[in-house]
Each structure stands twice: as C-alpha cells, then as structure tokens.
C-alpha cells in the first residue's frame, strides 16, 4: 500500500470537511417554496389585512433596464433591480407596477416584443451587488403583466439581456449570469423557439463564467455578440475577473458561437480580464467597454525631499529612520490620513521611541478591507473599438479612464453607440459620459438632477438626442444628448436597509436607502405631486451616501443617530444642524476594527445617553458617541483574508429587562451573550449552521430569558428559513421557522403587547405568527413579493412598519390582529371597534360641477372563523334597521369599505322616531347617517359606530 498517497487523499478529505460551505438551494425547492407560498397566501388568516405604500419616492431606486417602443416612445417600461417592472404610457409622466402578479420583484433583464406585447422578464439582476437578489427563471406575459408564466431556467438566478427575433417572439437568446455566491452549470447562453416550453444551451464556459451582456445588430438578429465574465463572490472577498472572462460572436442567431478575443486579437486576456460591454453598431463595427483589473504599473520613485509621506513607506522603516522623519512631514501624514488628534508626531514618535509601537503600525492603522477595496490600483475602464466584426480590437483611447468605474467595476460595464452615428458612444460608471469621436475622448453628461452610478440608456434611433437614463435613483430623460435632464421618479421602489420610528405626534419614519442616503418623513405625509406645487417635498434626507441604520433619542427626537457604510456614523441635531462624527477608533498598535457594509448601533433602551456600536467588537459609550470603549473581544470567528469587511458584528441587542443583558450576532454566524455589561460573554450559537449570516438578534420585551434568533443563507445562495427562539438565554434553542417557504430571513420582531404574536421578513414578503413561530400567517393584500429587510411597531399608534429594499416603506394597523385568541377561532364572527366618524354636510356633494362627490367611509373589520357569506346590518342605536348589505367573509379577517349610507326605508325610520330630524337627499342621489349613536351588526354580533 502506499501510504504517502493515502496520507495525502485523508489530509485532502478532511480539508474539505473542515470548511463548512453551505449548499445552495436547489431549483426544485424555490419551485416547491413558491407554490407553498402561493397556497399560503391563499388560506392565510391575515391575506386582507391592508398595507399602504407610505412612499418616499423622489428618491426613487436601481435602475437595472429599461425597453422604449421606438414607434411611440412615450411608452416604455422601466425594471428596477428588486422592485419591479413598471410601465408609462405618458412618457414617465405616471408609472404603474406590472410585475405585482407575479412571484418575485428582482429584475435583471426586460425584453418586449412590441408588436404582439410580448414582454420576458429575466428575473435576478446581474450587477453582482451585495444586494443582487436571485431571482426565479424567466417570466412572461402577454398582457401588460395582468398574469405571468414562468417559463424556466430557475436555476439561472441572474439574468444578462433577452433578445426577442423581430418577426416572432417566441424565438429568444439569453445570457445567464448564474449564481452570485456559488458554482452552477445553468449559465451562458440559451435560446427557446417555442416562446419558453423548452430552452437550449449554446454556449458554455464554466460554473463560475456566466454571461454578463448579450447584445446583437439592430438590424440583423443573426449577428449577436455576448461576453463571459469570470467572477467568484463570497462574503469576504470579491474577484471580479479571470482567464475566461471573453467575448464571443454568433453569426446564426445564437446557435453556435466563436470566442473572439483571443491573444491575437488586441483584446486584453488572462486573469486580469474583468466584466465586459458590449455595443454593435452593424455587422463589422462593435464596440467594447472593458473592467481591465490588471494591476497599473507603479510610477518611477523620486527622491525628492519634498515629497509626501505614504502609508506604504512605513512598512519597512526602521525605528531610528522613523525618529529622524521631519514632524511637518509626519504631522501632513497623520492629519491627512485622519489619525485620532491624540496622535501627534511627538506622540507617537515618543510610542515608537518607547517600544511601544512600530512604524509599520501606522500603515497597519489605515489598513483594513474597505480601504483595499477602493485603494486598489487597477487599470480600470477601457474602450475597445472593432471594424471587422470582432475579429480585432484596437483601444480608442490613451491614457487611463480615471473615475468611471471608481473602485467597483463589477457594478457596472455597459456601451452604447448611437445607432445614427458609429463614432458617438456612450459608457457609465459613476458618472455617464460620451465621445462624438469613436471613444478617444469624453465629456460628462451628468447632472445636478441626475444620480450617479448607472445601469441602463435607451437611445432614440429616431431621434439619436433623445435618451432615457436608469441609474441609482431612478429614470431621466433628455432631449438634447444629455446637455439637460428631467427627472421621472413617481414610483414608490426605495432599497431600503434599515428603518425606524420616533415618538412625535404624528411620528415620524426614518430609513437608510441602498446608495440614496437616510430620509425621514411624517408617517401620513400623502405621496401626491402636490409638493410640486407647494416647493417642498414631505420627506427631508439628513444623510448621504449609501443610508444605514437610525436610533433616535427617545426624549428630543431631533437627536439622531445615523450614518453610511462600512460604520461611518454621526450624531445629528436636526434643530441645530450640528453634526458630529462618533465612528469608534481603534488605537495605534491595535488592528482595526472591522465595521459592516451595515453597521449596527442602538441606544439603551435604560439610558439614552448610551449608545452601542458594533464592529468586530462591541464599543459602548456612556456619553453619547463622545468617547468609546471596547466592552468585549472579538465577538467573531476572526474574520477572513479578502477585500470585504467580514468577521463583523451585524445585529445588537439589549435586554429591556436589565441594563447590560446584550446579545450580539456576527456575519459568520456567532451570536453571544452577556449578563454584566460586558465583563464576560458566551458564545451561544454552537448548535446553528455555521458560517451563516446573523441578520437578527433580539432580546425579549416580554420575558427575561427570552431570545431570538435568525439567520441568512443569502451569501452561500443558501435560501433555508432559519428562526430560533429561546427560552434560557441561548442555552438551547427551538426552530421556529415553521411553514415559511424557503426564503433568506432578514428580521424577527415580537409584538410589543402580545407575546404570542412574531412578526418576520424575508427576501420574499413579510409573516406573522399567533401562537410563538409554530405556525405562520403571510401578508399580502397591497404587499407585493418583495425583500422585506425591517420591521419597526409604533406602540402609541399601533401601526407595524414594513421596510422593503425595492418598494419602500408600507405600513397598517396592528390592534386587531393583538387581540387574537383561542375564542375567534371558535366563534363564528369577532366583530372589532370602529373609530368615530366626524359629520360633514357636503356628504354627497361636489365641490365643482365637474369633480366626482365626496363620499366618506369608514372599516367595519371582522373575525370570521370559515368561509362563509354573512350578513351585515346597520342598526339605530333602537335597533330598528337602517341598512343592510350581504357580503362573502373569508376565514380570518375581513375589512369592509361602508359610505355610511342610509336606506330609503331607514330614513323614514329614524324620522319617524325623531319628528325634528330631517334627512335630505343629497346631490348624488344618496341618504347618509346624521350625527348619533348606530350599531353594526354582523348574524347577532354588534359593534357601536359613532356619528360626530
């Protein structure tokens, strides 16, 4: 026997064991968990319980396509990358969501086939972003999205352009991207002749080099162009290029393909090779923009006393060189590198002489994945010219495309040439920029009302001055290529991340938004296009950047907490205007802290002066962000090798119970516990599924011992429900995830009255359950299949907040579904109070001649333990009847719109009874109930209705 051999073969079977990769979901289990959730919806006890979108708009979403009809261009549809697609008739003027139908809210791609309404829909955005949703196959409808059929490919996940053949629409070629966070072989290209029954692969490259961009001739369905992209996402780290990121050309409408941009061809390859564009002007002129992550040469060195320091120069100094530095010199590094104020040159000379520190650890202060990530000198944005129909590329430009991709060129990569002119192309980054001269130069059409970073242009090949515009904050339009802009965000399609409530009267909301800042509104502010008129939006951004969590103080509500990425917070005075930046800092000598994309924070619900703040240790100030101290460890399994920020604290927690009962949970799946501030903590996560992500952690409002805890899969492609509860402090937990369909979970929250009572959210819609988690209800009357990332309660109002991360903030009242009990299961109806109703006398009238009557309404909300139909009677507070109605009550609650009329039979009664009372007809033609005390009866039981 050889037992080298054997030796190695165990080593190499054990390493794999070591490392706990969770599986990805299956295709078959999203197809079970979409049924699962359409049969839920169906019998669910809450399915009409309303939600309204309390907005905010203007500030709109990601914008991932957007497909124009080029004989009537004031119609298009819109998709935004997790909410929908909408579509405009009126040239963006209104919008109206067509994808509510359907399963899913997250887009990649939109293909219509104009001539017969044929409209795919590539569900899954293929920007690779950190909240880059899978999606469910391809979906079609030919009925402006009235219903939708899944036609395949559902393990695809993420979707690069549909092409449609111009004279039948159910000939279509694909690009698939595949799985974000793991390997597939469902990726590259497809192609259907029989409108999605059946689906062919045509291309091929491997299971981590999907198809990025797919593109044809306008003018000739044979000749297509796509590109593969090699890329290899984790949690930790990001490579977004490789040896078989490539373009490829069909010259047969997609059956076969030829890798074109081989070594001879001019077009870069090799492991430096990044995301590709691609844009076809006609058979032989092609166009390509290019992620080159190659590595920039280094400029030549001086000597030049004058030069500035640099981190990098300290990594090999020696302790007597340190000393002799110059301490202007030293003072511009530390002062431009944003060193605590504490650290002087004398400061920390004085460290370095005492041993204390090394000139290494100021490089080592400034180091840490964030700053890698965009620190990285690569060659970036590059613009690549064919005339041959790719079989040669030639750069069109020289020098370095600086501030186009910034440090994150996965996000983006499209071109687009004018289909009037070969020499005006256009590429976006960060900014959109064009060049009337075949790409050797460029100039910025951005603007002050368009939004950076952007995803998707449509040029008018009628009128090639015409473009739409989709970017991070919504849809532009112009009319002069670009020199001007107006901007069409009337579609509630906010990425939300985090929101929350104050206690003011009315309360406010607050919420952190995907790449457009922290907004904060009153929570009945009417989403209308009156603020035009008035000059004053209802909502107020009071951060920028990319929006992140909000505490606000609980005694002045203009004191506010908030901040953006990677941990980057400040303590706000709205009343001022002050504003300070509290982020912790690590000392000189520590490493650096690690802080999440989305940082936690939380005040102590025992004292608002003191706030917690998480990154790879729990930082605790008792002073309001002033000063910080570390009151833990690492608090994580140490983090790993990449250029994203992992082995971080994500979810904080504190015990109402008792001051210094915190739980923390992590993004590699430690959730701890400590019962003395701090002192000493427990790793209580030991019997979880590792290395997944802890979205929430959440001491109980209603007992001591109480915990719970969810987890997420999103990062492994992983998309079980993981909910846990606990009963002893995370000594041992229960799974409640219940009946949930399979879905990445990203909140819990117990209602605060009834402790039965669980609210949840996942990448897939929003649940509550009645009875602990053993069984669950999922919402869904104005609630569309959307990534729900928080859930707020204002207790005062008793309203539940429902942020999503692509359709904004919904909101609906909670204080019947508190009540629930044992007994509205046995009864045949619970009837609940109805708010008082204040007396108008223009019930019924109009105010012009040519506007509808004003007509009131109030909710008769009932309880129904079965399907069945039931009876509702308006009743004087006598008993006579005044008015009935029979409606059909499904099981659980029902919510019933009544105008307050008054039969012509009731009329004559309530006058008989009072002699004095006249009820007049009013111009509608309609009686309504005068001021006084009624009863609503539903088969003998009743409720007071009160008239004011």
Known sequence: MNYSKLLTFLLFIFSILGFSQQSATSADVIKQALEQKRQLAENSLVKNVPFQNIGPTIMSGRVVDIDVNPDLPSEFYVGYASGGVWYTNNNGTTFSPILDAS?????????????????????????????????????????????WANVGLMDAHHFAPLLIHPDNPDVVTVGVTGHLYSKNNERGIYKTTDGGKTWK??????????????????????????????????????????????????????????????????????????????AVFNDNVVYAVHDNQYRR????????????????????????????????????????????????????????????????????????????????????????????????????????????????????????????????????????????????????????????????????????????????????????????????????????????????????????????????????????????????????????????????????????????????YFRLNRETGERRYIQPQHTLGESPYRFNWQTPILLSPHNQD????????????????????AISGDLTNGGKKGNVAYGTLTTISESPFQFGLIYTGSDDGVVSVTKDA??????????????????????????????????NGYRWDDFKVYAYMSDDYGQTWEDISGNIPASPVNVIREDFENENILYLGTDNGAYVSFDSGNSWEVFSEGLP?????????????????????????????????????????????????????????????????????????????????????????????DGDELNSMMVDAEKGYNYLSYNLELSEQGRKTLMKVDKELKIVKASNGKYYLPKGKYFVDVNGVSTELIIK
């Not at 017969?116 to 920007?127: L, W």
């Not at 045509?202 to 590109?227: C, E, H, K, R």
Request: hydrophobic share 30%.
């Open 103 to 147: 399963d899913t809210q997250n887009v990649g791609d939109i293909a219509v086939h104009w001539p017969t309404r044929t409209v795919y829909v590539g569900t899954g955005e293929n920007n690779a972003s950190r909240s880059s949703y899978a999606g469910i196959g391809i979906l079609k409808s030919t009925n402006n999205g009235q219903t």
């Open 201 to 278: 692969q045509t291309l091929y490259v491997d299971d981590m080099s999907g198809i990025i961009d797919l593109q044809q001739n306008p003018n000739n369905y044979n000749i297509m162009f796509a590109t593969s992209w090699t890329k290899d996402r984790k949690a930790w780290h990001f490579l977004g290029n490789g040896s078989n990121s490539a373009i490829y050309k069909s010259t047969d409408a997609g059956e076969t393909w030829t890798k074109v941009s081989t070594e001879k061809s001019g077009f870069p390859n090799g492991d430096g090779v990044g995301r590709i564009g691609i």
């Open 297 to 568: 040469l280094k400029k030549s060195s001086t000597s030049d006393n004058n030069k500035g320091l640099d981190k990098g120069d300290f990594k090999s100094m020696s302790t007597s060189d340190f000393l002799a530095l110059d301490d202007k010199k030293l003072t511009t590094f530390l002062r431009s590198n944003r060193f605590q104020e504490k650290y002087s040159a004398k400061a920390v000379k004085a460290m370095v002489r005492s041993g204390k520190v090394k000139p290494a650890d100021l490089a080592k202060y400034l180091e840490n994945p964030n700053a890698v990530s965009f620190d990285t000198p690569v060659i970036g944005a590059e613009v690549y010219k064919s005339t041959d129909g790719g079989q040669t590329w030639e750069k069109t430009h020289e020098g370095f495309l600086d501030g186009i991709y910034s440090s994150y060129g996965y996000y983006f990569g499209h071109i687009h040439v004018s289909p009037a002119d070969e020499n005006d192309i256009y590429i976006y980054g960060v900014p959109i920029v064009k060049s009337k001269d075949g790409g050797k130069t460029f100039t910025s059409i951005s603007a002050e009302n368009v939004h950076a970073d952007h995803h998707s242009l449509w040029i008018n090949p009628k009128n090639p001055n015409h473009l739409v515009n989709g970017n991070d904050g919504g849809v532009n339009i112009s009319y002069d290529d670009g020199e001007n802009w107006i901007k069409n965000n009337s579609p509630s399609v906010g990425q939300f991340y985090a929101i929350n409530i104050d206690n003011e009267k009315p309360y406010n909301v607050y919420g952190g938004l995907q790449d457009n800042g922290v907004w904060v509104g009153a929570n009945n502010t009417r989403e209308n296009k009156g603020w035009l008129q008035r000059g004053q939006y209802p909502w107020k951004s009071i951060m920028g950047g990319d929006g992140m969590q909000i505490q606000i103080d609980s005694r002045n509500s203009n004191m506010v907490y908030t901040g953006f990425q990677f941990g980057s």
């Open 610 to 629: 003191i706030l917690y703040f998480g990154g790879n240790k729990l930082m605790r100030s008792m002073n309001q962000g002033n000063d910080w101290e």
């Open 678 to 711: 701090g002192a000493s903590w427990s790793n209580i996560s030991n019997t979880f599924p590792k290395d997944l992500w802890v979205s929430r952690v959440i001491a109980s409002q209603h007992k001591k011992e109480r915990v719970y805890v969810t987890l």
């Open 785 to 877: 299949n959307v990534a729900v990332h928080d859930i707020v309660m204002q207790p005062d109002a008793k309203d539940l907040l429902i942020g999503t991360h692509g359709r904004s903030i919904y909101k609906t009242n909670i204080a019947n579904l508190q009540v629930m009990n044992s007994d509205m299961m046995v009864n045949s109806i619970t009837l609940f109070g109805i708010n008082s109703v204040r007396h108008s006398s223009r019930w019924g009238s109009s105010r012009s001649q040519y506007t509808e009557a004003i007509e009131p309404e109030t909710t008769i909300v009932m309880f129904s333990n079965s399907n069945a139909k039931k009876t509702i009677k308006i009743l004087s507070k």
